[in-house]
């Protein structure tokens, strides 16, 4: 297990290597800089850019820039956001704690909701044709739109909750908290439930099929056991790696959802740096999302490893 | 998901007890802002400085009129009231009076030292600060004593009356250190505004509290906290006003305004802005540009009236140039070129430009045809665009629109790498123009990117921009717009309006035409009893 873990550690460093400067490259090849937004100011003179451009360092080339980032991120400068100045690694960690909040909470509810609708599906015909319609729905609504119109009827229309935000202005009491959540994380629980559901139907499905289940069916088993106790571990290695899988992509904030609902999480802070090509935040986000999506991934394996015996001897 | 909904469904209901709805009041007054500020260091930041001014005062600033009006200077220097000389070897001086009295919010007098320091601290150059416009024209700054600041320029620099628009910086905070790093003051900056920043929670909020004893008396400010929720998406910001979670918007987009004229509790306040949207014609790009017959007959062509009245709801007016009706720069008498189909066809066949089969002009072998560039995501551009291409086609001229997002545009045209484009500029309460017309100004040394040049025109401006009389300035000026006018290098369309959705029971509010920004008079502002 432990050899495992160091080879798969060892494997990804040339791996993240070659995203940051596939990144690097990407970034840079979009027009426009961190000066692009002086440009539309008329009081911003073409001296005042030019010294800015100096300033920044914005003016050296692209590689000695590329290794002057990349020797600094080593050891752990991840330099100064060229939006405001502070440091990168300030302005993404301030950011976390709502972004965990977020994904969290929105990661539980939708399991919650996905495994028993994903077993009964798997058994219940009729079920399955609803869930399957509603799943369908629930997959194809696109983030912006479902937001904006449960922010419409929520929060327009019954002035039941907070439109978006993360709390009263105050901070807010545990209840202000929970009702600034329930919007986004319906949001983003809903697409996730829709399609978990679906995955872990079709493997339930495959399982229940397989002649061992027959066989214990034939030894009497009530259903109920069945289904718990038998088909469900066989189908969850697959289901628990596309949920990691999932989790890992969101561990880099839920873009859509949070520009929509205000929420103050490493998302919303993303749109913000790219509207202003802060290369210093870009990078630094860009490469805690590729950590984090490798990361999950071995937790994801290790999950497998521990869930299905039959993948131990790898 | 069903059951998600469900579950969310009631437990919205169990929270319905405690609605989000506050009303305005002069407790509290709750504003949806478009995007978090980088910094509150007014030199140093690049964005509208709307929550900086109510804690950061200027010595001057202007009004909803335009008109320039002192505020920690006692009044605004010219050469009529002497504070203003001009020097023999050709430099100026401005005398600036500081008003008596004014403290920071700790305490500490401000005097003409700040004002010193502050331009000191710009002309080192050892910070990042955005615009270093005119202090770099400054040699030096005497203080005879702790009120007067006597700045010596080395050329005639009209426009010195907004110098120090942005305020000053407090020497006794600031002095020897790293003004870039100084995050104490970017972040919560000692001012003698009205208010005071309290908490600036990253991503969510910036909450400013009115000082006990603002220069102005202690009856201001009238309300007692300011709460600026940054809400970057449009529909949300709108959303918001709707449910009541905010109380004013400021800068409402123009295609959102039809939708909150019916919002109860919620008044349009509208001014001219001090910004004109306009096509850019690149000579240096599409040579047929450089035509003036081609210039006059596309003006002839574009039928601004029926833009204005549908695309627009007559929301703003037709202008006929840069400097814009509410500037006292502003002159009317200039030539128009009316809408008038037939004229342009006649311009365009008498300057050899053909009818071809497929409807496109032709003349030695080069197509009348062009892309128009716009910036994406901005509605009513997307469609004036499109009336655009429709009206020049009209005429025989082909027009491709292609849309850019807004932080790519910048880049395309100050490369030059463009046609024709459809955008403003905004400016501020000077009326000088020279950066957008001089013939030396093309980028990357200014933003003359219609690549238009005319001698007798650069050297008009730049003679305005060394007059330091106003009287004599506003003239020059004057004659600059009547000659733009007669050589159409670009194609003006109508003023920016400028609409802010404040509560009905608001009182004081008058918005502002230019980036000076709706919160300049803050400090009078007050809610009336429901």
Known sequence: MIRVVVR??????????????????????????????????????????????????????LGVQYFAWLWAFVRGDWGFSYADGRPVLDRLLERVPATLELVGLSAVVALIAALPVGILAAVNRRFDRLSGVVAVAGISLPVFWFGLVLQLVFAGALGWLPSSGRSAFDGGDFTDRVSHLILPATVLAAALSAAWSRYLRRAM???VRRPFIRAARARGLTERRLLLHHALPNALPTFVTVV????????????????IFAWPGVGSLFTESLARRDYAVLMAFLMCGSVAVMLLNLVADLAVHALDPRTRDL | MKRVLIACALAATACGKTPPKVAASNEMLTIGYDREPDTMNRYATHILEDIESCVVEGLVTNDERMNIIPVLALEVP????????????????????????????????HTSADVKFTVDAINKGDWKPESVDGFDRISSVDTPDSLTAVIHYREVYAPYRMQFVRGTLPKHILAGKNIDAATDYNRKPLGTGPYRVVEWKTGEYILLEGVPNYWRGSEFPKIRRLLFKFLPNTTTRINQLKSGEVQMVALVPWDKVRELRSVPGIRLNQ?????????????????????????RAMAHAIDRELIVNTLLDSLVTVVNGPIQPLSSAYEKNVTVFAYDPARARALLDSAGWVMGTDGVRVKDGQRLSFTLITQSGFAIRENVSQALQKQLRDVGIDVKVR???????????????????LHWWQQGADPEITLFFAADRMPPAGRNINYFRDDTLTAMLYASDRTADETARLVLLRQVQQRLARLVPELPL?????????????????GNPTNAGPFWNVYQWRLSAP
């Open chain 1, 8 to 61: 798969r550690v060892a494997q990804s460093i040339p791996l993240l290597l070659v995203i940051s400067l596939l990144v690097f490259a990407l970034i840079h090849a979009a027009p426009g800089g961190p000066l692009s937004t002086y440009l539309e100011n008329p009081n911003v003179r073409p001296e005042d850019i030019e010294r800015l451009r100096k300033a920044m360092g914005l003016d050296r080339p």
């Open chain 1, 205 to 207: 499905r495959d399982t």
């Open chain 1, 244 to 259: 990691l899988l999932d989790i890992s992509m969101l561990a880099s904030g839920a873009v859509v959802t949070e520009s």
């Open chain 2, 78 to 109: 010219t050469t009529q009231n002497g504070g203003v000389t001009l020097r023999p070897d050709g430099g100026m001086d401005v005398v600036w009076k500081l008003r008596p009295g004014v403290r920071w919010h700790d305490g500490v007098s």
């Open chain 2, 271 to 295: 001014v001219v802005g001090n910004g004109y949207e306009h096509v850019t014609l690149n000579q240096r790009h599409f040579a047929p540009f450089a035509e003036l017959s081609v210039r």
């Open chain 2, 403 to 421: 849309l850019i997002d807004g932080t790519s545009i910048s880049s395309v045209w100050f490369k030059g790498d463009f046609d024709a484009m």
């Open chain 2, 494 to 510: 109508y003023n920016t309006a400028k609409v802010d959705a404040v509560p009905v029971r608001l009182q004081g509010f008058t």
